[in-house]
């Protein structure tokens, strides 16, 4: 079977560069938008910068700020929903809230 490159993309597909973070899924199977909330999880919470930059432009960083407030952080560590406060303005008050509701969380304490 012959290799595509590695940022080739599949119609509606993911490109290739976001193949290692799905190495547990069937990652040709995966669509934007369909998985977008997937999708979104999967690079904030263990992704570099040129995945980030992807998602920023998919979803705009309004859109970011909204799939943060819906899903309220989603399981990210506390750094990175630190950081994401700052970048898109993300109320304090919900974001001490989110961190606070981890550290109650028997798993995250027990990986943490």
């Given at each position: 079977?012959?290799?595509?490159?590695?940022?080739?993309?599949?119609?509606?597909?993911?490109?290739?560069?976001?193949?290692?973070?799905?190495?547990?899924?069937?990652?040709?199977?995966?669509?934007?938008?369909?998985?977008?909330?997937?999708?979104?999880?999967?690079?904030?919470?263990?992704?570099?910068?040129?995945?980030?930059?992807w998602l920023r432009r998919?979803?705009?960083?309004?859109?970011?700020?909204?799939?943060?407030?819906?899903?309220?952080?989603?399981?990210?560590?506390?750094?990175?929903?630190?950081?994401?406060?700052?970048?898109?303005?993300?109320?304090?008050?919900?974001?001490?809230?989110?961190?606070?509701?981890?550290?109650?969380?028997?798993?995250?304490?027990?990986?943490?």
């Amino acid at each position: 079977m012959p290799r595509t490159p590695r940022n080739h993309r599949p119609k509606n597909g993911l490109p290739g560069f976001l193949r290692p973070l799905f190495w547990d899924t069937d990652f040709p199977s995966i669509r934007w938008p369909r998985d977008r909330d997937q999708v979104t999880a999967r690079i904030l919470a263990s992704s570099d910068w040129k995945a980030i930059t992807w998602l920023r432009r998919r979803l705009s960083d309004e859109g970011l700020r909204e799939w943060f407030l819906a899903h309220k952080g989603r399981d990210l560590d506390p750094p990175r929903l630190r950081f994401w406060e700052l970048v898109l303005d993300l109320p304090k008050r919900e974001v001490d809230h989110w961190i606070e509701s981890m550290k109650r969380d028997p798993w995250h304490r027990r990986t943490s």
